[in-house]
């Protein structure tokens, strides 16, 4: 496989995309916290976006899997700060930011600040600061963190290993979405999984209520990481599809 690596001011991004690079519209798909834009989740709604006429990728944030650079890198300033020079790299068209998890609220973050984003879609996201790390996962000052290997449809025997520095956690602390999404009038759709034990359903419902029409809410019946689970995966290329065809261009 070619690695695709995109230079934009700040950083080197690997990115996974699809479609005509000359589209007028650009979708980016936002990888969970230490996920990998390879997971088929990501792949699939970038598949489907491109499908739908939009230039669309993934990309694995600063620091992370294939995008070079150290880990310290990967934090929600940074993240933000890729979102909106991807966004500048590839011509500051009209773009649609989805992301699950973390990725979900950095998309609620991007949205509303970016004048060149039109829709945004958090798919199980939690609208403040990253979840505390339990203690005993903490060595040297850093979060020992296991993911699947791509495409991560299946639990994998082997795990990518991540020392996620504290100052993730810090970083991500001053970052808050409810602010910007009360008047935010951009159509948005969020997603929560019903059997979610990671980002409480109820929370997903605070953001949706506190935010500015026009908005959509759709259930899942999952757990957080849908990625296992293929008529899920479907199921949300398919709300997507509903959602765009409802709020087009």
């Known amino acids: 496989m070619i690695m695709n690596i995109i230079k934009t001011k700040s950083f080197e991004?690997?990115?996974?995309?699809?479609?005509?690079?000359?589209?007028?519209?650009?979708?980016?798909?936002?990888?969970?916290r230490l996920d990998t834009k390879d997971y088929v989740h990501n792949t699939s709604l970038v598949d489907y976006l491109a499908s739908r006429g939009y230039f669309a990728l993934s990309f694995d944030p600063p620091g992370t899997w294939e995008s070079p650079g150290e880990i310290e890198l990967y934090t929600t300033t940074n993240y933000l700060k890729a979102v909106d020079e991807i966004i500048e790299h590839f011509g500051n068209k009209p773009t649609l930011l989805a992301g699950h998890s973390r990725g979900g609220t950095i998309a609620m973050l991007a949205?509303?600040?970016?004048?060149?984003?039109?829709?945004f879609i958090p798919i199980f996201s939690y609208y403040g600061a990253p979840s505390d790390p339990e203690e005993e996962r903490i060595i040297d000052g850093k979060v020992m963190s296991y993911r699947d290997l791509p495409p991560g449809d299946t639990k994998t025997k082997e795990q990518k290993e991540f020392g996620l520095p504290l100052n993730y956690f810090e970083d991500g602390k001053q970052y808050n979405a409810l602010p910007g999404l009360k008047n935010c009038t951009k159509p948005k759709l969020f997603f929560y999984g019903v059997e979610d034990d990671m980002n409480d359903p109820e929370d997903v419902k605070k953001a949706y209520d506190e935010s500015a029409e026009p908005k959509m809410i759709h259930p899942l019946n999952s757990d957080h990481d849908y990625r296992y689970r293929p008529t899920i995966v479907e199921e949300v290329n398919k709300m997507v599809g509903l959602f765009l065809d409802k709020y087009t261009l």
């Open 13 to 32: 991004l690997a990115i996974y995309a699809k479609g005509e690079p000359g589209s007028p519209k650009l979708a980016l798909v936002l990888p969970g």
């Open 111 to 119: 949205g509303p600040k970016n004048s060149h984003v039109t829709h």
